[in-house]
């Protein structure tokens, strides 16, 4: 599984809109609306690359209101869930 996180930046008083066109792409798990220097987040849970540049250049980036992206990949997701799971193996 590939983790990677958008940064998006879109057309003023497009955000909304944008974030529930990103949210029905295959892929996008979450799409936050953030401050700073970007209007919106996607989270991407993928199967594999070839998800990942078909998702982020050709759905992501090919929304006209879409200026900007900015992807990141993890390397390791830590979650208090995976945690809870590793130190419950073998408890019944």
């Excluded at 944008?18 to 996008?28: E, P």
Aim: hydrophobic share 45%; proline share 0%.
């Amino acid at each position: 599984m590939i983790t990677a996180l958008v940064e998006i930046d879109v057309e003023k008083g497009r955000i909304a809109e944008t974030a529930q066109q990103l949210v029905d792409v295959d892929g996008v798990d979450e799409v936050w609306s953030v401050t700073g220097d970007h209007d919106l987040v996607a989270l991407l849970k993928l199967r594999d690359y070839d998800q990942l540049a078909e998702v982020v250049t050709n759905r992501i980036g090919s929304l006209s209101q879409v200026t900007k992206t900015k992807t990141m990949l993890a390397f390791k997701v830590y979650s208090r869930q995976e945690l809870e799971e590793a130190w419950n193996i073998g408890v019944e």
